[in-house]
């Protein structure tokens, strides 16, 4: 998995949920990552256009979001090169501390999968398909096919959510060192002392029930 891929997500997850233009501090506060993960977060994500910098006071800069897709995958797209195809490269294992800076984010502020609107972007959907046909047959009314581009658009969307969301499953997966009994702990308790790891553990502990 890249390095600081998990900080993208959250930044464009909070981004996505929260239209307009946002200052740092606001992403900050928002994901609860640091003053320089933030940084370096927005240099590449407005490079690869998935994000767009606007001028804020003095020498700040406010973001936007854009897209979850590269400029470069929406390139390929247009070649008719699928990026999610299964020839894509594995997904990597993740690190120590990405998991650990996951966990702590959701403890403290809950979580909103993006995989759960993803499958009520489907049911919604179908859903209209039907009823423009209900419509067609019962009102008489003829499908537009700006309609049906439009439901195409947000399944697309939707796939491309979940594709992310199953990432990070495999992610976990790959993670050969989390499910070795004889390297597990000293995976996940990596880097924490006698005082941060009961802290540590009771964040830890609370995630089963931060789903919302």
């Known amino acids: 998995m890249p390095r600081d891929a998990y900080s993208y997500r959250m930044i464009l997850e909070f981004l996505e949920r929260s239209p307009g233009i946002h200052a740092t501090k606001e992403i900050e506060q928002a994901t609860q990552l640091s003053y320089g993960a933030v940084a370096r977060a927005m240099s590449k994500l407005t490079r690869e256009k998935r994000v767009k910098r606007r001028p804020g006071p003095g020498h700040s800069y406010r973001y936007e979001f854009l897209s979850w897709e590269t400029k470069k995958e929406k390139e390929l797209a247009l070649l008719g090169y699928n990026p999610h195809s299964s020839s894509s490269p594995p997904v990597g294992p993740i690190k120590s501390s990405d998991l ?16 759960i609107s993803s499958a009520q972007t489907l049911l919604t959907v179908l859903s209209q398909l039907h009823q423009f046909y209900w419509l067609s047959l019962n009102r008489g009314l003829e499908v537009d096919q700006s309609d049906l581009d439009h439901c195409k658009a947000k399944l697309k969307e939707a796939r491309d959510a979940a594709f992310n969301f199953a990432e990070f499953f495999d992610s976990l997966l790959n993670t050969k060192q989390l499910w070795d009994a004889g390297l597990s702990a000293a995976f996940v308790l990596d880097g924490l002392d006698d005082e941060s790891l009961p802290v540590y553990l009771e964040q830890a502990k609370s995630v089963g029930s931060v789903l919302r």
């Open 100 to 115: 650990k800076e996951l966990l702590i984010q959701w403890s403290k502020n809950g979580w909103s999968p993006r995989s």
